[in-house]
Every structure is written in structure tokens, then in C-alpha cells.
Nanobody, 127 residues
Framework: QLQLVESGGGLVQSGGSLRLSCVVS????????IGWFRQAPGKEREGVSC????????YYKDSVKGRFTISRDNAKNTVFLQMNSLKPEDTADYYC????????????????????WGKGTPVTVSS
């Protein structure tokens, strides 16, 4: 059973940085594309960033381009989301999710196809 556990969230001032981690267990990470999603109170879940299983394809939501960077260390079964220049509108619960990536070069910001989800880590950015 594939399991994902997020960590690294917290309270930070506007302009600050956080690094989220998603540790995957139960299956080799290099079989899966990983996405980061977030959901703010009263809003729908949205895709933030994703990374393919082996060939490094990445996508970012427009509002985080240039501020967030996704990376992965398959040997450590961990995916990271480095978040810089944080803004109050980045406040949300952040989740990582996995989808089988047969080509090694696929990922998506759509959550509907994700097979497994973590329980989330909260991020609060104060103004």
C-alpha cells in the first residue's frame, strides 16, 4: 500500500520560505509522478506543482511560478516543495499525491487522477 506523509508546514511571515517534504513508502518512488495540491478554507483544492517519475518534467500553477520549486530524491523516496517569497494567499493545507507514471515523463496538476494522497500539512503566511 502506497503511503504519503507530508511535513514542513508552519507559520511564516509574508516573504518568508518553507520547504515541504513528502515521504513515500510502500512502493518505489520512481514509479510515480507526484503532485502538490493545496486547499484553503472555503475554497476548492488546486494543483500547485507536479513532477514526473524519472525524467524531471515539472509543471507549476501560474501564481507560484518563480517562487516555488519542486524536486525529488528517488533514493530517499522523498519529494520536496521549496516555497519562497510566500504570500498570505498561499495559506492553505498542502497535500502531496501520487499517480502511476509509466512513461517517466508525465505529471498533471489535476487531482482527479491521483491514486494516493497524504493527510496534508498546514501552511499559514501572515501579512
Amino acid at each position: 500500500q502506497l503511503q504519503l506523509v507530508e511535513s514542513g508546514g508552519g507559520l511564516v511571515q509574508s516573504g518568508g520560505s518553507l520547504r515541504l517534504s513528502c515521504v513515500v513508502s510502500g512502493f518505489p518512488l520512481d514509479y510515480y509522478a507526484i503532485g502538490w495540491f493545496r486547499q484553503a478554507p472555503g475554497k476548492e483544492r488546486e494543483g500547485v506543482s507536479c513532477i514526473s517519475a524519472r525524467l524531471g518534467r515539472t509543471y507549476y500553477k501560474d501564481s507560484v511560478k518563480g517562487r516555488f520549486t519542486i524536486s525529488r530524491d528517488n533514493a530517499k523516496n522523498t519529494v520536496f516543495l521549496q516555497m519562497n517569497s510566500l504570500k498570505p494567499e498561499d495559506t492553505a493545507d498542502y497535500y502531496c499525491a501520487a499517480e502511476r507514471d509509466y512513461s517517466g515523463n508525465y505529471c498533471t496538476l489535476r487531482g482527479a487522477g491521483m491514486e494516493n494522497w497524504g493527510k496534508g500539512t498546514p501552511v499559514t503566511v501572515s501579512s
